[in-house]
């Protein structure tokens, strides 16, 4: 469901900083992002260039963030060509604003335009991506040895392609008022699995275990000596997915369709937030059915499936009506998975009370993410 796309916005608002007069807040979506004061306008195309885009040289120069001296960006990252978020003025600036030209008189006919790092003039629409016009890729970091490891082509139609978009990205999706359920956000690493039918089965095999990435590609880790350092398998073992779900199965009564679990393994080792435990496992999705097909039980029904199994399932922060205030209020604070409260909270997962599905965006479930969170200090780590 996640995608890294550059996007030509159309800017809904603009905010003044409450504390200077020479920058001001442009609102695209849902994001804030501070710019120079007067540089756009409501109504303008502009484009967006989000958290953890990689940028080259004439990007950086073009907004202003390229360090002359040092030879390199004003962003993050070793070589400052990263974007993060920052905190101007004590307020939340999220993603860059690159803006566009309006050529009235240009060969296609009046249109917003993108100037690449050879001068051409590329007209574009709002919902462009342009990542390859200007040359942006998204940063992956390094995976520790723990967490990669052998693979096997088990089949895309076989294993859910799972992801949650920022809530920040689709603004209206919930409406307030809307009955909703929102679970607590771990930092640690996406692990699913599933149990394929007898049919469908591999060389016999019909348990795999894979991570986001993987998954998406069809792919699952193998199960063998090779891989016995692999966090995700061990962590499978040591929650018995494969024991769980087969009473889902069971309890399902579905014996013909791929059943899959999805959850987090978190804890000390895994990311930067460690938690103060060893590795652990909690389960936060259920469902049956081949990628594109598949039905994900309700919240309160896959929740109430999971305790009654013996699984452990990620906290529950708030059910009730929705709103932005709540919201907010619900997403910062302190983890409360260990009961100890010893870091901060990433965020949460909104889900609506019953399944639904959405033109633009498909599954109605969408994540949002503690301020906090995103400003946090030291070797931050997003390992998937």
């Keep these: 469901m996640s995608r890294f796309e550059v996007q ?124 390859a016009i200007l040359g942006i ?73 894979f991570g986001k990435g993987l998954g998406s590609e069809g792919l699952a880790f193998i199960d063998d000596e090779a891989n016995k350092g692999n966090v995700y398998l061990q962590m499978a073992h040591e929650a018995e997915l494969r024991a769980m779900l087969e009473k889902i199965a069971s309890h399902l009564n579905e014996y013909s369709l791929p059943v899959f679990i999805l959850g987090e393994t978190f804890g000390r080792g895994v990311q930067d937030l460690g938690y103060a435990s060893s590795p652990s496992y909690r389960a936060f999705d259920i469902g049956v059915g081949y990628r594109g097909r598949e039905r994900y039980l309700d919240y309160d029904a896959a929740k109430q499936l999971g305790e009654d199994i013996g699984v452990g399932w990620v906290p529950e922060l708030y059910r009730g009506p929705f709103s932005a205030s709540m919201l907010t209020s619900v997403i910062t604070g302190k983890e409360s998975v260990t009961g100890l409260q010893v870091h901060l909270r990433e965020g949460g997962v909104v889900h609506p009370q019953h399944e639904r599905e959405n033109t633009s965006l498909g599954r109605v479930i969408l994540k949002a993410i503690s301020p906090d969170y995103i400003l946090r200090k030291g070797n931050a780590t997003e390992y998937q």
């Design 8 to 131: 030509a916005r159309a800017i809904t608002e603009i905010l003044p900083h409450p504390t200077a007069d020479k920058i001001e807040f442009v609102r695209i979506d849902g994001y804030l992002s501070i710019v120079k004061k007067g540089q756009v306008r409501v109504g303008d195309l502009a484009v967006y260039l989000p958290e953890a885009a990689v940028l080259p040289e004439f990007v950086l120069r073009t907004v202003g963030l390229w360090n002359e001296s040092e030879g390199k960006g004003r962003c993050g990252g070793d070589q400052g060509n990263r974007v993060k978020a920052v905190k101007l003025r004590n307020c939340l600036s999220q993603g860059i604003v690159y803006p566009l030209s309006f050529l009235p008189d240009h060969a296609l006919g009046p249109s917003w335009c993108l100037q690449d790092e050879h001068l051409e003039q590329w007209p574009v629409k709002e919902g462009s991506d342009v990542a």
């Design 137 to 209: 890729t998204k940063h992956i970091p390094q995976i520790p040895e723990g967490l990669s490891g052998a693979v096997l082509p088990v089949g895309r139609h076989l294993i859910p392609d799972f992801d949650i978009e920022d809530i920040k990205k689709h603004p209206g999706v919930f409406q307030e008022g809307e009955e909703v359920r929102i679970s607590e956000k771990l930092h640690g690493i996406f692990t699913g699995a599933v149990l394929l039918s007898e049919s469908d089965a591999i060389d016999g095999n019909r348990f795999f275990v």
